[in-house]
Structure formats: structure tokens, C-alpha cells
């Protein structure tokens, strides 16, 4: 039977119990290595820089958006910009439930933040300890987990805090 053909009598259709051991590795390539290498080792938040366009992008990337050219070895210092530890709040969202669609135990903030002098931006947790002041355009801050806490990833990243 090929994959195009279809199982219509769903009774012929044979299951073999048992385990298949499936392993994969996910990489997040050279400039998405760097830039979570980045956040977890000295808690910065690094993007990319195109002397081309004289643009800086985020989060770090190894072509350039608009001319396509190689932006170098992502950590090159010539081409590696970090960016500020305050941002803008550009727009957000409440959500209820989790990526399985399980509720929460309390509902989250999702925004989309950019940085001064960066094109692109990092979407991740928004905490506001007065809801008032949670708007779009809002100042918010950095907030990094423990240094012992972190794995090299996105949420090394706790939260951004409206200022
Ligand atoms: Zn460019």
C-alpha cells in the first residue's frame, strides 16, 4: 500500500503494539545559537547588524532581511549588536489557555517588544504590577531569570516588566 492510497475499511487497518525509539535534535542555527548563548551567559539580548544597509536587526540573524547579504559569523563584533534592556511594549494580548489549550492557572500577557535602533523585536511574557499601566507604547525592562535558572533558551528570558 503507498501513502496515496486510501484506508477506507478502517478494520484491515493492522496496529503493532510496541515502542520505536525516535530521536531528533533541533538546532537553532548559527545566529539563533548566538543569540541564545547570549542570554543565557551575560544576559544580553543580541541582534544583527547590516553595514550594507546600516540596520540592526533583532533577534540576530545570518542574512540580512532587506539586501540578503551575509551578515558574517553572527558573533563577529563587527556585526553584533545587543540591545538596550528597556524596550516598547508595540501591542499585546491576555491569554487563558497553554499551547495544549489547557487552561491556565492564571491568566498571561503576550507582547510584541522592540528596541530603539533595532528592526524586529522579541514577542514573550509582559508581568505589570499595576494593570493601568499596561498599554501599548509602554516602557518595559528586562527581566532575567537567575543565572543558575538558565538552559539557553528563550525563557532565560522571565519576563519584560512595564516600567
Ligand atoms: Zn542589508
Redesign the pocket.
Known amino acids: 500500500m503507498s501513502i496515496l492510497d486510501r484506508h477506507i475499511e478502517n478494520h484491515k487497518v493492522k496496529a503493532v503494539p510496541g515502542s520505536m525509539m525516535v530521536t531528533n535534535l533541533y538546532t537553532a542555527g548559527v545566529a539563533g545559537e548566538a543569540f541564545l548563548r547570549s542570554l543565557k551567559d551575560r544576559e544580553e539580548i543580541l541582534g544583527s547588524y547590516?553595514?550594507?544597509?546600516?540596520?540592526a536587526f533583532l533577534p540576530a540573524k545570518l542574512f540580512?532581511?532587506?539586501?540578503?547579504?551575509r551578515?558574517s559569523e553572527a558573533e563577529a563584533e563587527t556585526m553584533k549588536r545587543v540591545a538596550p534592556s528597556e524596550g516598547q511594549l508595540q501591542t499585546f494580548t491576555k491569554v487563558y489557555v497553554d499551547l495544549d489549550n489547557r487552561p491556565l492557572e492564571s491568566p498571561q500577557v503576550i507582547g510584541f517588544v522592540t528596541f530603539k535602533g533595532f528592526e524586529g523585536g522579541l514577542i514573550h511574557r509582559i508581568f505589570a504590577s499595576n494593570e493601568k499601566k499596561l498599554k501599548a507604547g509602554a516602557k518595559v525592562k528586562v527581566v532575567f531569570e537567575p543565572s543558575h535558572q538558565r538552559k539557553g533558551s528563550i525563557l532565560d528570558i522571565a519576563h519584560f516588566e512595564v516600567l
Open positions: 547590516c553595514a550594507t544597509c546600516k540596520k540580512c532581511e532587506r539586501c540578503l547579504s551578515l
